[in-house]
């Protein structure tokens, strides 16, 4: 029988939510099992969530699904006709099972409902950035940015008749101020680069609700074991997987997580802007987390130890590090990374760049390289890397100072990375 506006009407007022609520029914993942392991702790999602042990062989490990086309058949003909084509094995692109599986890890780690996998950090962050804005929409965003992103904003969002404003990460006054009618996100990042400021994520999801915003957060350099941004409210959170998540140099990958519902809105655009991820690097990823863990925890206490060191030592003028009082977040840092600060530590060494430049000479363990996140230490100058671009006054006004070094503390012996800086620094001022 058909159904009057009068009964649909009544279903309403019996708490049934009609015409605001015609929404699909969406589900967690895609996923090939229901392996959350949602009551468990970070230690143990890493190893076991989204691992599909093959049942057919009994083969322990997700396999590698090594194709770009799957056998269609009625299932995925009906997904495609209904533009359900993500839950369904069709082209890898959209899709393909190494993907589900490490992105339900992933989403297990960061307590988010869907993730999606993507062939870079940038990928992930332009494709997510391009789906949640439309023509003529602005952009608050930090001076401190990852560049690339700077770039991404800067240069390609006035393309699309889009436009940004850069404020300061730490200042929510700032910030607010920026805020235009046509603002639909706020894009930060959770711990800049390299002078390890933290953004109030709390403040910032508090701003995006007043002005009904949505709140983007990089965490690449926190990642979810040290702290989940989902739990705080923001909208997605995105990660380079090149970094800590992957954690051994070796590939090259991203990930975006949040709702199902707009993680759903970002994956027709990575089919249009390509930039899915491999299956093979799928495998090397979802391996790599499984000791998510266990080197993040090395990461983060080396890094204290080695800023402790550093901040005692007569020869280095400054370290930026948030587990020291020094760091004039200090009390925040306690409240957001609850105790495990990160991996990464900036310092300015006495004698500026000349030094800086020996100092990364007489190393000896540290890799001179860019990038981070990797089990090997890895060292290098912002003024001639990261902040390149920038002119000497530009560097100094964002406070990259003469001499500023950034070190990404492996997992290599503490007393071990400890000797190499004694003696590097030692060899300098002799
Ligand atoms: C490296 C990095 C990116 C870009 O990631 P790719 O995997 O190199 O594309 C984005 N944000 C931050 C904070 C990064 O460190």
């Not at 159904?3 to 015609?22: A, C, H």
């Not at 930060?188 to 994520?201: R, S």
């Not at 990575?270 to 987390?289: A, I, Q, T, Y």
Request: contains cysteine; negative net charge.
């Amino acid at each position: 029988m058909k159904k009057s506006y009068q009964d649909i009407e009544d279903k309403r007022q019996d708490g049934t939510v009609w015409f605001n609520d015609l929404k699909r029914k969406r589900e967690s993942g895609p996923k090939l099992l229901d392996k959350r392991y949602t009551s468990y702790g970070d230690a143990t999602k890493a190893v076991h969530a989204g691992q599909y042990d093959d049942p057919q062989t009994g083969a322990l490990g997700t396999p590698i699904y090594q194709c770009s086309t799957f056998f269609l058949n009625e299932a995925s003909y009906e997904a495609i006709e209904e533009g359900r084509g993500r839950d369904e094995m069709i082209y890898t692109r959209y899709g393909n099972p190494s993907q589900w599986s490490v992105q339900e890890k992933i989403s297990a780690l960061e307590n988010a409902e869907s993730s999606i996998v993507f062939g870079s950090g940038m990928a992930a962050i332009s494709s997510a950035l391009l789906a949640m804005l439309d023509k003529g929409s602005h952009v608050v965003s930090s001076r401190d940015i990852y560049g690339g992103t700077y770039n991404f904003l800067y240069e390609d969002l006035d393309k699309f008749g889009m436009s940004v404003t850069f404020t300061s990460p730490t200042d929510i006054d700032e910030i607010e101020a920026a805020i235009q009618e046509n603002t639909k996100v706020l894009y930060f990042e959770a711990l800049t680069n390299p002078l390890l400021k933290i953004t109030p994520i709390k403040e910032l999801v508090a701003l995006g609700k007043k002005h009904n915003l949505r709140v983007i957060i990089d965490n690449t350099f926190l990642t979810p074991y040290n702290v989940k941004m989902l739990d705080f409210g923001v909208d997605l959170v995105l990660n380079s997987a090149t970094k800590y998540l992957n954690g051994h140099s070796d590939i090259i990958g991203g990930t975006v997580s949040g709702s199902r519902k707009l993680v759903d809105r970002i994956w027709p655009q990575m089919l249009k802007n390509g930039g899915s991820m491999d299956p093979h690097v799928c495998f090397l990823l979802e391996r790599s987390l499984k000791t998510l863990a266990l080197r993040m925890k090395t990461h983060n206490a080396n890094a204290l130890e080695l800023a402790t060191y550093l901040e005692n030592h007569p020869k280095i003028k400054r370290v930026y590090y948030p587990g020291l009082e020094s760091h004039n977040q200090y009390k925040l840092a306690k409240e957001q990374l609850q105790g495990k600060n990160s991996g990464m530590v900036s310092f300015e060494i006495k004698g500026g760049d000349a030094n800086a430049h020996a100092l990364l000479n007489n190393l000896i363990l540290p890799k001179e390289a860019t990038s981070l996140g990797g089990v090997e230490s890895l060292i290098s100058l912002p003024y001639n890397t990261s902040q390149a671009s920038l002119t000497k006054e530009q560097q100094k006004a964002i406070g990259i100072n003469d001499g500023l070094v950034r070190l990404s503390v492996g997992v290599e012996d503490i007393t071990d990375l400890i000797s190499d800086l004694e003696q590097a620094i030692t060899t300098i001022f002799k």
